[in-house]
């Protein structure tokens, strides 16, 4: 059993990693450069998120609303924005400190992750997990009974990390080759 899965493992990196010299076809490069460019374009949008609401840039946080200025990036949306069965738990975590750092915290390594094409386990993981909570924050959604955007997000980011898509246009490949790395296999 051992034996069988050391070679599923070296199989499933060796096909992760890179594909093997002159057998791409057009439609293989294609798509992993499709899942590069949209793992850049949602991790521009953990960041931008990120970004926005720690210095207020006025996009969706005013200044004076800044987590630099002394705001809280949860209170907001969590005390006036949550509705559904979940309303009352969002209500009372929004603007405790702990539950902005968390949120914060998450957002900039989910945004770094992404964008630097490393870590794409856990960034799907985190990330996956933050929209699914926001999903339950906003139950059910506004235009569709079940369905919304950050149930597509989360699959994204699934698939994300299942297509290796840090390692087209990112660092993966050089990830994947640190000692840490390569001895826990979920960092990668």
């Known amino acids: 059993m051992e034996t069988m899965t050391a070679t599923i493992e070296r199989n499933t990196t060796a096909r ?6 002159g057998t791409e076809t057009t439609r293989q490069r294609a798509a992993r450069y499709v899942w590069a460019g ?6 521009w949008i953990f960041l931008w998120a990120f970004l926005d609401k720690l ?6 946080t005013a200044a004076k609303n800044a987590w630099i200025n ?13 509705k559904g069965p979940f309303q009352g738990i969002y209500q009372d975590i929004a603007g405790a400190a702990w539950a902005d750092w968390l ?11 992404l964008l630097l094409g490393i870590g794409m386990r856990i ?11 926001m999903w339950t924050a906003v139950l059910p959604p506004e235009n569709n009974p079940f369905m919304d ?13 299942l297509v290796g898509a840090g390692n087209t246009l990112g660092l993966g490949r050089v990830w994947a080759t640190l000692p840490l790395v390569r001895r826990f296999g979920w960092l990668r």
Do not use: C, N, Q, W
Not at 38 to 43: F, H, I, K, W, Y
Not at 55 to 60: K, M, P, Q, S, V
Not at 104 to 110: F, V
């Open 70 to 82: 002394g705001g809280s990036p949860t209170k907001g949306f969590l005390a006036f924005g949550a």
């Open 123 to 133: 960034a799907a993981a985190a990330g996956g997990l933050l929209m699914v909570l």
């Open 55 to 60: 210095f207020g840039l006025g996009h969706e």
């Open 149 to 161: 955007d950050h149930l597509i997000y989360a699959a994204v980011l699934a698939g994300l990390a």
């Open 16 to 21: 992760t990693i890179a594909p093997v010299a």
């Open 38 to 43: 949209t793992r850049l374009a949602l991790g």
């Open 103 to 113: 949120f914060m915290i998450g957002l900039a390594g989910i945004g770094v992750a």
